[in-house]
């Protein structure tokens, strides 16, 4: 028996069997997380396609069920967030801000417009563009940031008068677990389920006949089962996908200055996340004061259990994605990279991985030309930057990428060359409520936030009625 439930249809779904959800602080189980049925998840399907038509008719109370979700999420954000170092590794505070970043994304959600725009109003004829709700959405998430990256889905989805189901990751279920249970005391049975399972779990929410959009966020390979098993039925797909964003330091910049915000764009969360900086590329003429500031601090940052108050950086989330971290670092080093910090897993028990700074390493090793995930840095020189904008758009990914210069304008103009989603000058990882989010070529398809991302949710209707 599990303590964390399934909401379907406003209620707490009784569990048949379980699965264990392991501690990255340990290496060992904590928790168990329902394992959902294929019924189970028919009845929460059922459940929100009968939910739909009275949602989607009344805006007004959906924009205030926004604010509410808000407030009750704030009341449980530190007990969630608590959950989620548990299950995630990540330091407490930040864990608890995620939950907090959540509630301030439905506030800001509820205020996005949905109004319809005259296209047309004369003699002959008038038309108006309105927006309407696609129907059951399915929301698959992964567990570098399982609550925010969940919320940017449920917020603008309900908002736009849609119902859905949440399937979140197997590593980190219990949290969104957790969003489940308090919600289902805010909104009208139906409107949200939360279902956990495994990755077949997240095949059956696709391929749902009720299922009329699939909101993703995940890696490149499932994103690209997504799209298949969706197209069939021609759903509707947003995909957020992986990155291996480039980051490009010019010369004119102070080592020293920019060092610690470098540093941050790379390891936050221990580097699982999609938009952390994951190739570093430094001009020849800076190279050295980069790599000794860099390699100085990932010696020195406090890692450990999420739940001590100290800690800055936590394990890596799951025992597959350790093994890479370690495998792509090993293949480096066995290339012949230079290893100025950290190598290796700690002496510890737990997913726990030295931040690490490779150097002597370029394109063509494993760990430059794919998406490492986790607390490994490669920082590679270049003395031309023509040539490095080059290097940083040769590959498939294009999420985000970033430019460093005391140059602004140059800085700008670079960054525009930058083939990815989102291009920062002096800054990285910065996402923000009122602009899209989302990736070029295999980074996605679609965007997030905003009134894209609301957009994304809906699809138009022309009313075009006759005057004569
Ligand atoms: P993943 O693709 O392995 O899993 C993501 C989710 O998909 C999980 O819930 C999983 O159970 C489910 N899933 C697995 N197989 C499925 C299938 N065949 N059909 C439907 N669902 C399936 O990704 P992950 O390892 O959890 O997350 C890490 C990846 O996510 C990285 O590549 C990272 O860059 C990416 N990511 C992207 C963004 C973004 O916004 N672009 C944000 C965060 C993470």
Redo the contacts with the bound molecule.
Sequence with gaps: MSEFTLTIDGQAAPTHQTIPVVNPATGKPFADCPDTTRAQLDQAMDAAQRAYPAWAADEAARRAAMHACAEALRAKAAEIGRVLTQEQGKPLENAIGEVVGGAVWFDLTAGLPLDAEVLQDDDEQRIELHRKPLGVVGA??????PII?AI?KIAPALLAGNTLVL?????TPLSSLAVGEVLRDVLPPGVFQVVS???????W??EHPAVRKIS????????K??AE?AAPDLKRVTL????NDPAIVLGDMDPKAVAEKLFWGAFQNSG????AIKRLYVDEAIYQPIVRELAALAKQVPVGDGLESDTKLGPINNAP?FERVKELVDDAVAAGAKVEAGGGPLDRDGYFFAPTVLTDVAEGVRIVDE?Q?GPALPIIPFRDVDDAIERANATHFG?GGSVWTSDVARGTDLAKRLQCGTGWVNQHLNLVPNAP???SKW??IGY?NGPWGLAAFTEYQVINVAKS
């Excluded at 399937?167 to 590593?171: D, I, Q, R």
């Excluded at 957020?240 to 990155?243: T, Y």
């Excluded at 699982?272 to 938009?275: H, I």
């Design positions: 698959i998430t992964p567990w570098n940031f990256l940017w399937k979140p990751s197997p590593y399972g495994g990755d077949d779990l997240g095949k929410v696709t993703f966020t995940g890696s490149v390979p499932t994103g089962k997504i098993v957020e996908l992986g990155g699982q996340v999609c938009v994605q998406e995930f999420l989010f989302g990736g980074s996605g997030e």
